[in-house]
């Protein structure tokens, strides 16, 4: 069973950075569009950044410009940049391939996400 594992999330100051790492430890996704989601406090899960397998990519518009997400298929590893995090973007990050069922939707269980808090 493919198994999804974040990292890299953290307490940051309005206007930091981090880098999330996702990866599946034992399987490949490597034929999948991959994306990030994130689910802030009281609110559902969506998707705000995609990569295709040819890496193309596509952004949420409150995180376009500001986050970068990337593939790097050797390493079976996926990835997203924030830069200038803004209190809004505290939530629990999670990456899966996206369903098309929804914007919030993955097509393997969902792992534990790594934690971004944006705070002063």
């Known amino acids: 069973q493919l198994l999804l594992v974040e990292s890299g999330g953290g307490v940051v100051q309005p206007g930091g950075s981090l880098r999330l790492s996702c990866s599946a430890p034992g399987s490949s996704f490597s034929g999948h569009t991959m994306g990030w989601f994130h689910q802030a406090p009281g609110k559902p899960r969506n998707l705000i950044a995609r990569i295709t397998t040819g890496g193309r990519t596509n952004y949420a518009d409150f995180v376009r410009g500001r986050f970068t997400i990337s593939r790097d298929d050797a390493e079976n590893a996926v990835y997203l940049e924030m830069y200038n995090l803004r209190t809004e973007d505290t939530a629990r990050y999670f990456c899966?391939?996206?369903?098309?069922?929804?914007?919030?939707?993955?097509?393997?269980?969902w792992g534990q996400g790594t934690q971004v808090t944006v705070s002063s």
């Open positions: 899966n391939a996206p369903h098309y069922s929804g914007n919030g939707a993955g097509i393997w269980d």
